[in-house]
């Protein structure tokens, strides 16, 4: 089963949805929200520049869609590095002030509390959601290109693994919108950072005038590697760049325009 728009096409569900009655699992999209301009119209993130009204009114209008209405959104602010936070009942019974404390430069989410929907933003970094069909874990992780030479993955695995006892083979991933091979042109410094750490350049690299990197594989190759199987890796294929009527992308629109959601959430 695929990823499928639905909503009035505010919100893209991933196929893992209908394999698992237990998880919801989605990204938003540009549609049917209250955010004008570069953020027009479904922005959920507050640290891009839209207006406080209108995010809230956004996020307000994304947890009504859901089929369990969240106790809580779980939005870090993220710095494109591998800090990953594990959301535990403490982290429920802190304040506003001191929530924003502890996500503050975090790129990652782990948990096992029902209801609690982990978040990620992007606007052409790679989100990736994490389910352990086991134990009933989920986890939420922002892939930019730094994040994904550093690891991002492959951390987020281990950290479910030292916290919970999460086997990769037990472990379903999505790869949601994002940009594409073909659109992500880099430097040579950008291609040098992957060759350096150890990725193999003939999966993930390709010169047409300047390099291109494939971030969809080079972050698959890492879930692979931390022992996910082939099949159990659902990749959306989209290229948020390539399809700025649905997404955000911030190489069309700048850094200060809307942002996609992506979230997973145990339902029980």
Known sequence: MEYQFVKDRRML????????SDIFCFSTTRHGGYSGGN?????????????????AQNRGLLCSLMPVRPKCL???????????????ESFLLEDESERAVL???????????????????????????????????VAAAHAGWRGTVAGIAAKTLRVMADAYGTRGQDVAACIGPSISPDAFEVGDEVYEAFRSAGFRMDRIAFRRGKWHIDLWEANRM??????????????SGICTYNAPADFFSARRLGIRSGRILSGIMLLR
Do not use: M, W
Request: charged share 20%; with cysteine; glycine share 6%.
């Open 74 to 88: 779980v939005i870090p602010h993220q710095v494109h590095r591998t800090e990953v936070r594990c959301i535990d």
């Open 222 to 235: 890492q879930l692979l590697d931390s022992g996910v199987l082939p099949e159990n890796v659902e990749l």
């Open 39 to 55: 953020y027009a119209s479904f922005n959920c993130n507050a640290c891009c520049g839209d207006s406080e009204t209108s995010v």
């Open 103 to 137: 996500l503050e430069g975090v790129d990652a989410l782990v948990s096992s509390l029902p209801e609690v929907c982990l978040c990620i933003s992007t606007a052409d970094c790679v989100p990736i959601l994490f389910f352990d069909t086991r134990l009933k874990i």
């Open 13 to 20: 569900e991933y196929g893992l949805n209908g394999l698992h």
